[in-house]
């Protein structure tokens, strides 16, 4: 049996039709069918059945009797499993919207407050989030930032790039910090899938570099934390993942060793001691091994099982995705909303509603095209009041605009279901605020954003210039109490997206952010 659904051409014979039968009108052969029909592909014969309901008309069989239609014995009418289900559990997944920095880290630190899961999918430990609780500033670069949660589980995907020491002297940092982190190797999971970023790794990041340099007189501006080398040992198939450390660590050694030196090969100059490196994997492997799970199974029972709430914390961000972002100048993973899937497992139905994290002015780390950059006071105004140093490498970030087109286009990547709007508050001390609203190149306006980086250097931006408010909005807990101008700001973002602002940020600590619905 197979299904015609749609419309079907059926070619006929053209000579006279036997006797006791007739040939379909010319009108008639062209059928529209949504049923099933037996027999031969291609063949022009038809059950009675199969004449049902032709062209709007009533059930008639060839010879103008009703058909009748008989249920086939033994098969139900109606099967439970093929009646659509709705997923149990969906995932809520919190991503940026320009180049990263800004903000994530609260956003997800606010609604991992009643998570029961809080996922990393993507990124290594190049990225970094802030989160500040009870006066206390947290940095974390692969841990969840809803690790802070001791109700939550913090789960690592197979997607995460780790390296080792970076996890475990991260977690020692901030529990000298506070009490916030007291219990996380309790509430952690580790994917076997993920793969492992080698100390030679981190060293090939920065010979690249170096390298870049010296060719083409500019480089990517990486973090040197060895993520691009481990995702290209992913993509080589010749990368190590967790589930090989914790197994039997004589064939894990044998690979390891393997691969040190292919790099070794390929850079000369490179540095490895593989035995020490070695003997310190080892020590870190008793401490890993009751983290790691199956994490494809630990989604699955997350996602079908009793009610939870599943909260997915993005690195990095939209336009440094590796497919979609500001190519070359972007990071070796998707940290666009498909990550999520490919990251953790995750089917694209599971996937529930998609936040962007939007800073109300634009920063970048690192080299690469920036459209509203402002090398100038309101550049470096932007840059001393918002404190604008990464959290991995402490660099100073270039500041610029709010750019909407940059925001739109994360938008159509992503499909937001509302913005969370970040640091307002670094805009108080200004009289007017500009927002680029449309990009030109030779005068003509670019309908979008352009795949092109040399493009995207020559584009004039085209700004809308709105009023300041001049005052603080620092004390406002609500949107009634922000001054109308901040007010009319949020809602020309809004309108310009045509996406909600769910939230906005106006300082440092999780009570400083207004929900707005």
């Not at 991503?95 to 809080?118: C, F, N, P, S, Y």
């Not at 972002?325 to 899937?341: A, E, I």
């Not at 497992?345 to 920063?363: I, L, N």
Request: hydrophobic residues 35%; glycine residues 10%.
């Amino acid at each position: 049996m197979f299904y015609i659904q749609g419309e079907e051409k059926v070619k006929l014979k053209e000579d006279v039709p036997k006797s006791g039968s007739r040939a379909l009108p010319v009108e008639d052969r062209t059928r529209q069918y949504d049923f099933p029909v037996c027999g031969k592909r291609g063949s022009s014969m038809a059950s009675e059945s199969s004449m049902a309901n032709i062209n709007g008309r009533e059930n008639t069989s060839l010879n103008g009797e009703p058909v009748v239609k008989r249920p086939r014995e033994g098969v139900p009418q109606e099967h439970p499993l093929r009646t659509p289900k709705e997923p149990q559990n969906k995932v809520t997944v919190v991503l940026g919207a320009q180049w990263g920095d800004e903000g994530k880290g609260k956003v997800v630190d606010l609604l991992a407050m009643d998570a029961d899961i809080v996922c990393r999918c993507q990124g290594g430990n190049n990225a970094g989030h802030t989160v500040v609780v009870d006066s206390v500033e947290y940095d974390f670069h692969l841990l969840p930032s809803g690790v802070l949660n001791k109700k939550a589980i913090s789960f690592i995907g197979n997607g995460v790039v780790i390296h080792l020491p970076g996890l475990f002297e991260e977690a020692e940092k901030n529990l000298r910090k506070g009490k916030g982190l007291q219990g996380w190797e309790e509430r952690l999971k580790i994917s076997d899938r993920a793969h492992i970023v080698f100390n030679f790794h981190q060293a090939v990041d920065g010979i690249q570099e170096q390298q870049r340099q010296q060719q083409e007189g500019k480089n990517l501006g990486t973090t040197k934390k060895g993520i691009g080398p481990a995702y290209s040992s992913k993509a080589a198939r010749n990368g190590l993942r967790v589930c090989d450390l914790v197994s039997d660590f004589k064939v894990f050694e044998e690979k390891f060793r393997m691969l040190a030196e292919h790099f070794r090969t390929m850079y000369p100059n490179l540095n490895v001691d593989i035995d020490s490196e070695l003997e310190q994997l080892k020590e870190y492997t008793e401490r890993l091994r009751p983290l790691v799970t199956d994490g494809v199974y630990f989604m699955h029972k997350a996602l079908t099982g009793p009610s939870k709430k599943i909260l997915v914390e993005g690195a990095n961000a939209a336009l440094l995705d590796i497919d979609f972002g500001t190519y070359p100048f972007v990071t070796s993973s998707n940290c666009t909303v498909g990550g999520v899937c490919t990251g953790l497992g995750v089917p694209p139905s599971y996937v529930g509603r998609v936040y962007g994290v939007v800073k109300a002015y634009t920063t970048r780390v690192g080299v690469g095209a920036f459209p509203t950059e402002q090398d100038n006071e309101t550049g470096n105004l932007l840059q001393s009041r918002g404190r604008e140093f990464g959290v991995t490498t402490g660099r100073r970030r270039r500041c610029g605009w709010l750019d909407l087109i940059l925001v739109r286009y994360a938008h159509m990547v992503n499909g937001f279901s509302a913005i969370a709007l970040t640091k307002l508050d670094i805009l108080d001390t200004l009289p007017e605020i500009k927002v680029a609203v449309a990009y030109k190149v030779n005068g003509q306006p670019l309908p979008s954003f352009p795949a092109n980086m040399d493009d995207l250097t020559q584009v004039k931006v085209e700004y809308e210039t709105l009023p300041g408010w001049c005052c603080s909005t620092e004390t406002a807990r609500s949107f009634e109490e922000l001054p109308v101008q901040a007010q009319n700001y949020i809602r020309f973002i809004e309108e310009f997206l045509q996406v909600p602002v769910k939230w906005v940020g106006v300082g440092k600590s999780r009570e400083s952010i207004i929900k707005l619905f």
